[in-house]
Every structure is written in structure tokens, then in C-alpha cells.
């Protein structure tokens, strides 16, 4: 009658979907919460809920789901997207460093997720 390790890290895995949709939407609303009645007196919500927030919500979402890569690509599109819509022109230094890091951290993320694709089986 006793669950195994693979049962035990399948039942996991199948779980921690929903725990972090969860806490994402919880993290969501309490944001929505705080930025509608403006409690920290940052302006109007359209300000800074926008499509690239958005974005970059969801590739966090990914991330806290173990999906490092395409979290992080998302997470990146986002920035550029949010940057390229703060400045009029995106600084030099940003510019030559952005997606060079970009790559190295998808790059990191494959290493990383090979490491918890061996644990899971």
C-alpha cells in the first residue's frame, strides 16, 4: 500500500502546477489590490500593468513550474519590451549586454534543468 519514490515525485510533479498558479494568482491579486487603490502612490494602475508585465508575470510562472527556458525567454522578451518602451533610446550598455547575458542564462538554464530532469527519473 505504500507509494514508491517515482510515485511519490510523479504525484509531486503533478501538483506543483497548481501550487504555483496558485501562488501566482494570489501574488497577482494582492498586486491588483495594492496598485488599484493606490497604496504605494505609484500612479495609474495602466501605468505599469501592461502587456509586458504580463509577460514577464507568466515567464516567472514558468520558472516557479521548472520550465527555466521558456520562462527566461519570456522574462527577457518582456524586459527588452518594457525597456524599449521606458527609454527613448535604449542605453548603449544595455544594449550590448542584454542579450549576451540572455543567451548565457538560457545556456545555464539547459545545464540546470538536465540536473532536475535526472532527479525526476
Aim: glycine share 6%; net charge positive.
Amino acid at each position: 500500500m505504500g507509494y514508491s519514490n517515482k510515485d511519490y515525485l510523479k504525484r509531486s510533479k503533478e501538483r506543483n502546477p497548481q501550487i504555483s498558479f496558485g501562488i501566482f494568482l494570489i501574488v497577482l491579486g494582492l498586486a491588483l489590490l495594492v496598485a488599484t487603490n493606490d497604496m504605494l502612490h505609484l500612479g495609474s494602475v495602466k501605468e505599469y500593468f501592461t502587456w509586458q508585465t504580463v509577460m514577464i508575470f507568466i515567464g516567472v510562472l514558468l520558472l516557479l513550474n521548472l520550465n527555466f527556458i521558456p520562462g527566461l525567454l519570456l522574462i527577457a522578451r518582456g524586459l527588452w519590451f518594457f525597456l524599449d518602451d521606458y527609454f527613448e533610446e535604449i542605453p548603449a550598455f544595455i544594449k550590448t549586454f542584454f542579450w549576451p547575458s540572455v543567451i548565457i542564462l538560457t545556456g545555464l538554464s539547459f545545464i540546470i534543468s538536465s540536473f532536475f530532469k535526472r532527479k525526476s527519473k
